[in-house]
């Protein structure tokens, strides 16, 4: 069974600060892809990005950044210089390589003040 | 590219009534996805179709819920007769075969029975 933990339910910040969302997993698959999703108040659901479980480099796109530990069997994920537009709830979530289902964390709430 | 295409964006209607609601996959994905989104259980995976057959529907959470997908470019997910507690927001997603490629997100509809 694939299990996302996100142990951090809301984080507020204010503006310009950084804010890091932590995301554990568990899988018994030796491949699969982790990824992060974006739901702004508008409701819709925003790809972020995808990670191949053998890709463990870290990346970065613009203000947002992905830590990738396989041997702590974490992929966070950091915005720096936070700004209000950030304010969203975030998902990571999980999948096998040869699975079409993807098991989602409970998301974290970021709140980002003026 | 036109991304995932859902309405009705927002319904409201009575218990007891029928509800429709449509969905246009990304061109050319052959895969096709209804989740629901509460808050108390999160995003769920309802149906999940595979060139417009479908191939689990192990979430559909009791008879009153149906979906068909006639073509490629079309999906339905109907609901008869609603009740309150299908109020949620019903996403549907789409994606390229093999499984593992990013699933991406309509908009939502928002769906409340009153």
């Known amino acids: 069974a694939q299990k996302v933990t996100q142990a951090q339910t809301e984080i507020s910040v204010v503006e310009k600060e950084d804010v890091t969302l932590d995301c554990v997993y568990e899988?018994?698959?030796?491949?699969?892809?982790l990824f992060w999703y974006k739901q702004p108040p508008s409701g819709e659901l925003v790809f972020l990005i995808r990670?191949?479980?053998?890709?463990?480099q870290n990346e970065i796109s613009g203000r947002y950044s992905w830590n990738f530990q396989k041997s702590t069997s974490s992929f966070n994920f950091t915005i720096t210089a936070s700004q209000v537009v950030d304010s969203a709830v975030y998902f990571c979530?999980?999948?096998?390589?040869?699975?079409?289902?993807?098991?989602f964390g409970a998301g974290t709430t970021v709140t980002v003040r003026a | 590219d036109a991304g995932v295409i859902q309405s009705p964006r927002h319904e409201v209607t009575e218990m007891g009534q029928e509800v429709t609601l449509r969905c246009k996959p990304i061109?050319?994905?052959?895969?096709l996805f209804w989740y629901r989104q509460t808050m108390m259980r999160g995003l769920e995976l309802l149906i999940y179709?595979?060139?417009?057959?479908?191939?689990?529907d192990s979430g559909m959470p009791e008879d009153r819920f149906s979906a068909k997908m006639p073509n490629a470019s079309f999906s339905t997910l109907k609901i008869q007769p609603s009740e309150p507690r299908d109020s949620a927001v019903y996403f549907c997603a789409s994606s390229l075969f093999p499984t593992g490629n990013t699933i991406y997100f309509g908009e939502g509809s928002w769906l409340t029975v009153v």
């Open positions: 899988t018994r698959d030796t491949t699969y892809y």
């Open positions: 179709f595979n060139n417009n057959v479908p191939i689990d």
């Open positions: 990670r191949n479980s053998f890709d463990e």
């Open positions: 061109s050319g994905h052959n895969s």
């Open positions: 979530a999980l999948s096998g390589v040869n699975d079409y289902k993807l098991s």
